[in-house]
Every structure is written in C-alpha cells, then in structure tokens.
C-alpha cells in the first residue's frame, strides 16, 4: 500500500503537506447546508455582509476536514482509524477565495495497547492561508497499520 506505516514516523517529523486547496463558495455552502448548519454567516451575503467580518465566513468544520484531508497522504493513508482530534483552533477566520494548505510534525509514536497490528501516531497540524496566518491548529491520534500489516 502508499503511504507511511507506523515504522516510518518518529517523533519530531514535520510534512509539508503537498497539495493546497481554494475554498469556493460552493465549498462552502454546500459543506453548510449538508450539515445542517443554519447560522446565515456561511451562506447569506447580505446577511454576512453586516457582520464585523463584511463577507461570508468558512464554516470552520469544513476547514477542519479541509486541514485534516490535506495530511491524509502522509500521516494517515495506511491508518486503520482516528482516534480523536484534540486542541482545535481557529485563530484566524477563513474567507471564501482563501488557499489553504498545511503541516504536520509528529509529536507521539507508541506501540497499541489493544492491537498487535497498528501503533498509535500523534501529530500536530497547522493549516495556514495563501498571507501564511494560521487559521487552525489541532492534534489528531490514529492507529497507524505497521509494515507487516499492510
């Protein structure tokens, strides 16, 4: 399989993550109105308009998924599962047109308790805008499948 097993990482690793993406307004309200979102700062103009920010913001769970689906080819394609995402962020907005890309350092390697197969990965990601202001940073945790497994 692609992509990394558990043996490749070690504590310390930084992924420049490759791809970056633009955030359209149809991103944007469609993510919106697929989860139910009814807060008209994503999706209404004129509405957006008169808010301090003067225009639509991205739904910052789109931006989390965004963020997350960015590292996926190096730290979780050979991942069994996530175990959670810790410490999320959002110290800048994100505005429809923006480009966002991300980078992720590895912050803890350990074998599974539970799972003979996989070990647990821990990383630090930050997404940053085509300006480079951070506009999220969490942690994430998944089982990561080992050589032999994959």
């Known amino acids: 399989m692609a992509g990394r097993s558990f043996e490749d990482f070690t504590v310390g ?24 979102n009814t807060n008209p700062l ?6 957006a308009k008169g808010t301090e920010f003067g225009r639509p913001l991205v739904n910052s769970c789109l931006t989390l998924s ?18 959670g995402w810790d410490e999320v962020r959002l110290p800048s907005p994100v505005f429809e047109g923006d480009t966002i890309r991300a980078r992720s350092t590895v912050i803890e390697t350990r074998e599974s308790r539970s799972r003979k197969n996989v070990g647990v990965v821990r990383v630090r990601t930050t997404g940053y805008n085509q300006r480079n202001e951070t506009v999220i940073e969490f942690t994430r945790a ?5 050589r032999a497994a994959t």
């Open 42 to 47: 994503h999706f209404d103009e004129e509405y």
């Open 66 to 83: 965004l963020v997350t689906g960015l590292s996926v080819s190096d730290v979780s394609q050979n991942a069994l599962a996530n175990l």
């Open 13 to 36: 690793d930084v992924f420049e993550h490759a791809l970056g993406r633009t955030i359209t307004q149809a991103d944007n309200i469609w993510f919106t109105l697929l989860t139910l």
């Open 142 to 146: 998944m089982l990561v499948f080992k």
